[in-house]
């Protein structure tokens, strides 16, 4: 068992000096502009398409084959997001076969919330300056005081944010080791082809299990549009919610809170103050009664031994930084 050690990790490195220029892609702001239309059409859409899925669910034409393919794809790529992105890739939590490493990434990037390392970038930049000046998506920092200033902030890092090209992480500071990593640029660069199979898939998966066109079709709006909007607003709520409602169980130089309802749909994610106060553990439930779906699935790759050099926070660290 490896201790996790301070609440924050280390800032990323400064860029190499004896690097050969430009070796690093950078966000430009035309990029930024086209990502902007697409964040907006990803957002909206999946919105617009729940209204058609609440009115399957009143004309009680929602099928079980809708459900089985909801129940699959929401699991797997929110798992490329919470194991993939965010615990191995992010905070390297646990070291893992290439392929797996691979499998997640790709997984990640099926859940539509950017390519792989511009994810990464973007969270690395938040725990560097978690609440501060900086932070891409605080709900404290530059927004006001009062209620205005409250729900002005809370917008900004649940949605807002996503619309600011000042509020990306650079990948040349912040991703520099997965900028180095062929097979990770490569998943990256895919980025809109793994997005369109993580829509083919439950159009295909539908169309099986129904044996109709209808059918692939209420699988691509349930295992397309409404995961979509959910995952997405699941994530986003982690960014927002659990920077200002909630407990906080352990001392943590930010505002993170532990957020109990949001542990199930966001498979222990929300168990935001543990992960902030230890960023390197694995596993952010860290109680027995505090639920981490994630924390399970990555025990289970060590058991098969996909996973190993798995970190977690001693008892003794834990005592140490609680409050």
């Known amino acids: 068992m490896t201790t996790a050690p301070s609440p924050r990790p280390a800032s990323p490195p400064p860029p190499d000096p004896n690097a050969e220029p430009e070796v690093f892609d950078r966000l430009q702001a035309s990029d930024f502009r086209l990502q902007r239309a697409a964040t907006l059409v990803v957002t909206v859409v999946p919105f617009l398409l729940l209204g058609l899925a609440v009115a399957q669910l009143w004309n009680e034409a929602l099928r079980w084959h809708d459900l089985v393919v909801f129940a699959v794809v929401y699991p797997l790529t929110a798992l490329g997001v919470t194991v993939g992105f965010h615990r191995h890739l992010t905070h390297r939590s646990f070291e893992t076969a290439r392929a797996v490493r691979g499998l997640l990434a790709i997984l990640g990037s099926a ?22 000046p900086g932070d891409p998506h605080s709900p404290h920092v530059g927004h006001g005081g009062g209620v205005t200033g409250a729900l002005r902030g809370l917008f900004h890092a649940h ?3 996503l619309f600011r090209y000042d509020a990306r992480g650079e990948w040349d500071r912040y991703a520099r080791d997965l900028a180095r990593d062929p097979a990770i640029v490569l998943i990256d660069r895919l980025f809109p082809l793994w997005a369109l199979l993580g829509l083919a898939f439950p159009f295909a998966l539908g169309l099986l299990l129904s044996g109709t066109l209808l059918g692939g079709l209420t699988g691509l709006l ?24 909630g407990r906080r169980r352990f001392a943590s130089d930010d505002h993170s809170r532990n957020v109990w309802w949001l542990a199930l749909p966001s498979l222990g994610e929300a168990w935001h103050n543990n992960h902030h106060a230890f960023p390197t553990s694995a596993e952010h439930g860290l ?18 031994g996909l996973a190993w050099n798995v970190v977690r926070p001693s008892a003794t660290a834990q005592r140490g930084r609680a409050l």
Request: glycine content about 6%; proline content about 0%; overall charge positive.
């Open 111 to 132: 859940a539509i919330e950017g390519s792989v390392i511009k994810w990464v970038a973007d969270h690395r930049r938040h725990h560097t300056f978690a609440d501060e």
């Open 159 to 161: 949605l807002g944010w």
């Open 222 to 245: 349930w295992g397309g549009a409404v995961r979509v909007f959910l995952l997405h607003h699941i994530t986003y709520s982690i960014n927002s919610i659990c920077h200002f409602f």
């Open 287 to 304: 109680a027995r009664r505090e639920l981490d779906v994630s924390a399970l699935v990555i025990r289970l790759l060590e058991r098969l």
